[in-house]
């Protein structure tokens, strides 16, 4: 079902042959009766009821889109109002995340639903619990936080039901190598470097978390 041919050779090829200097108008009738020959060829296979190329996909073909696009911009967010979790070993980080985000909310002059909770456990078994019993959206990790393994605790969260949408980012210092390789397989979405400035706070949750944008003048 793929026309071959050849250019040069000597011909003793089964394969259609042209021999150099190349004739354009020659070579354009060439591949013109190839294509007639394969569109006959597959004609024949789909009357037969036969596939006519194997199927090599390994998920099923996706539906054409019917939906408006506001409902895919919320498919790629995560939970409507879900939580953001930060795992921490204070709760410093965490007091200062919902003052920005509430600032820039207040700012904008949002009404106070478009807030949402922003929560901080120091534990890996406390933040795997809170992310199997409420709504979480976004979940930061402190890398160097003690006792806590980041791709681990990433891959735990991810692979609990309903966590699929869910956006982990690890916090990272200047000593930690980020392995994307462990990342990509953990679930994690990105990283921000320490110390994270407001800016970068407020575009990260106006990208994972539909945070309304600036206001256009």
């Not at 120091?122 to 160097?144: F, H, K, Q, Y």
Request: proline residues 8%; contains cysteine.
């Amino acid at each position: 079902m793929q026309p071959i041919l050849l250019i040069g050779g000597d011909g003793s090829r089964a394969w259609r042959t042209l021999q150099r200097p190349l004739d354009p108008g020659r070579l354009c009738d060439t591949l013109a009766e190839l294509l007639d020959a394969r569109v006959q060829a597959l004609a024949a296979l789909t009357a037969r009821g036969e596939c006519s190329l194997p199927e090599r996909r390994r998920k099923p073909r996706l539906t054409p889109d019917r939906e408006p696009p506001e409902h895919y911009v919320r498919l790629r967010h995560g939970p409507p109002d879900g939580a953001v979790l930060i795992i921490d070993k204070g709760g410093a980080f965490r007091d200062h995340v919902a003052q920005v985000v509430g600032s820039k909310l207040a700012a904008e002059g949002r009404e106070a639903r478009c807030g949402r909770p922003v929560e901080w456990t120091d534990s890996s078994r406390a933040a795997v619990r809170l992310c199997d019993e409420t709504p979480v959206s976004l979940v930061m990790i402190n890398t160097c936080t003690p006792g806590i393994e980041p791709y681990s605790l990433s891959s735990a969260i991810k692979s609990q039901e309903g966590a699929g949408r869910t956006a982990v980012l690890f916090l990272v210092g200047q000593s930690f190598k980020y392995d994307s390789l462990r990342a990509r397989d953990a679930g994690v979405r990105g990283l921000l470097d320490k110390p994270v400035a407001d800016r970068h706070l407020v575009a990260t949750f106006q990208k994972l978390l539909a945070l309304p944008a600036p206001k256009l003048l």
